[in-house]
């Protein structure tokens, strides 16, 4: 059925090559300023705001605050408005190109019906631009919005819960049948002027043209699929995709475009020739500017840790998935320590194992259920037998502060003359802030699941490690530390982390990740 649509899209009753020329034209151009200046503006006076607020960075632990801040709220809404302006300003000129392929014209009709949709009775059109533009397959919106990633965690905690799956699965059924179900909404409000409540009634498709949809969907996702044998090629890699992307725009126009009117307000420049010459001056500008507010990519070798050993190998924060870490020539592993009733340290990710709770319980009873958890002081003297270097996480109850435990790990690496071979890490910075002043010879990094900015105030702190999906290039360029990343097990994630200059990626398969990133 794709295949058939692909065919009949290029035929002279439905949409001439000249249109689709236009529309790939005027795509390249909207790609081009959402990249290279609508991103940069938004990046700046982001920053701009962090400064003039006192921030220097953000974090999980204090983003809610400034969030709450009237600078960043006003800033907030302005980007919304953008993103719907962004949208209807897309769809607007798709609809436009059905009268004329004037790219100057396209965008002055695209621009005036826009504005015009975007007045105070249409106030739930926001929400709904904001929810379905990922789903309109058309490039700028999407660009803006996709640099927010959903954390893997997220997806696992998902994938772990079978009813939280079966419900995640029927609610996105629901909204790709109501995105069906509602698809002329927005071109009835753009050329129609009609008010969002009116459009949405009176949008509805027939079962035709959502077959006739889904199968271009299905197409053009198969030539993305084929698309990826050429990712060894760079050049020819992007050349295809935005080709295969915007051929998946010029149909979607195609479908959209059945069966509507053809009010398409008649909103022409006076001036075609200033306005080519503008989008000329307008489009080297945004290059320019966007080259130099962009991060400088320095790709980086990073090492690898192995995420509580080879824990495929071997239970996870034993010896033996330390042991398998090794062969498998990890360059750190990374382990979890909890601190007993009487002071001992083990390795343990979870207060609580399947016999017991370690913190109410001292070494001999925890010794008597569970003989394979190690102890820190046996882990590091195997790290120092064997040369192997540790990541140690610090885990307390809710990331609290914890002297006792920090005084005991401050002791035992010195005894074993390891401060030149571990890392320690928390999620509760002033563990490892109260560790750097009893020795300063131990390497730091505080955890975050989220961080932005510069971090060079954090005088105590070596290094940052957050979690991998909300890492981007302005984090590495501004933070003013090394970057790691956690947890990854994504090889075109751990790709594009060395891309950015991420130094050290932790991960539960080194094996098959180190082998696939280092020639």
């Known amino acids: 059925m794709g295949i058939v649509h692909v065919h009949s899209f290029f035929s002279a009753d439905n949409v001439c090559m000249k ?15 959402t990249t290279f200046l609508l991103i940069p503006l938004f990046q700046n ?33 302005v980007f919304m408005l953008l ?56 490039g700028m919106t999407p660009a803006l919005l ?32 109501l995105y069906f179900k509602k698809l002329k909404t927005i071109p009835l409000i753009l050329t129609e002027d009609q008010s969002f409540l009116q459009a949405w009634k009176a949008s509805s498709i027939d079962k035709k ?23 060894g090629f760079p050049l020819l890699y992007v050349f295809l995709w935005f080709f295969i992307e915007n051929m998946l725009l010029a149909v979607s126009y195609s479908l959209l475009s059945e069966n509507m009117p053809a009010s398409i307000p008649d909103h022409q420049p006076k001036h075609q020739k200033a306005w080519n010459v503008f989008l000329v001056v307008l489009s080297a500008g945004t290059v320019v500017y966007g080259l130099r507010t962009m991060p400088a990519l320095i790709e980086t070798t990073p090492l690898f840790s192995a995420h509580r050993g080879a824990s495929k190998e071997a239970p996870e924060n034993t010896l033996a998935a330390f042991e398998a870490a090794k062969k498998q020539e990890a360059d750190y592993i990374e382990l979890d320590i909890r601190q007993a009733k009487d002071g001992t ?9 399947d016999q017991g709770v370690i913190s109410e319980m001292d070494k001999e009873q925890i010794r008597a259920l569970n003989k394979s958890m190690p102890t820190l002081d046996e882990t590091l003297s195997w790290a120092r037998t064997s040369g192997m270097k540790l990541i140690i996480e610090i885990k307390t109850e809710k990331d609290s502060f914890s002297p006792s435990l920090v005084r005991t790990l401050a002791r035992q690496i010195k005894e074993y003359g390891m401060e030149d071979r571990c890392y320690a890490a928390s999620f509760g910075i002033k563990n490892v802030q109260y560790l750097k002043e ?8 505080a955890l975050y699941t989220f961080a932005y900015g510069n971090f ?54 080194v094996k098959d990740l180190k082998k696939r990133i280092i020639p």
């Open 209 to 231: 043209t959502v077959i006739r949809l889904l199968g271009a969907q299905l197409f053009f996702g198969l030539c993305q699929m084929i698309c990826t044998i050429a990712k």
């Open 19 to 33: 249109t689709y020329k236009t529309l790939l034209s005027l795509e390249a151009f909207l790609t081009l300023v």
């Open 345 to 353: 340290l083990f390795i343990s990710h979870d207060d609580e194992f």
């Open 45 to 77: 006076g982001f920053d701009a705001i962090m400064q003039a607020s006192g921030y220097a960075y953000l974090t999980s632990k204090n983003i809610g605050t400034f969030l709450g801040r009237p600078g960043i709220i006003l800033l907030l809404l």
């Open 456 to 509: 060079s105030s954090l005088k105590d702190i070596d290094a940052i490690s957050v979690e991998a999906s909300t890492i981007t290039p302005w984090l590495v360029q501004d933070a003013h530390k090394p970057v790691f990343a956690w947890t990854v097990n994504d090889v075109s994630e751990a790709k594009r982390l060395a891309r950015i200059g991420v130094q050290n990626i932790t991960t539960d398969d």
């Open 438 to 445: 009893l020795d300063p010879q131990i390497r730091t990094i």
């Open 83 to 138: 993103l719907c302006f962004c949208a209807l300003f897309e769809i607007g000129a798709v609809l436009a190109a059905r009268h004329t392929h004037s790219a100057a014209a396209i965008l002055s009709q695209s621009v005036h019906m826009s504005v015009r949709a975007l007045r105070p009775q249409n106030i739930l059109l926001i929400p709904y631009l904001l929810f379905f533009a990922p789903f309109f397959n058309l």
């Open 146 to 177: 996709t640099r927010f990633r959903i954390p893997p965690y997220w997806i696992d905690t998902l994938q772990s819960s079978p009813f939280l799956s079966a419900v995640t699965a029927m609610l996105l059924i629901s909204l790709f049948v």
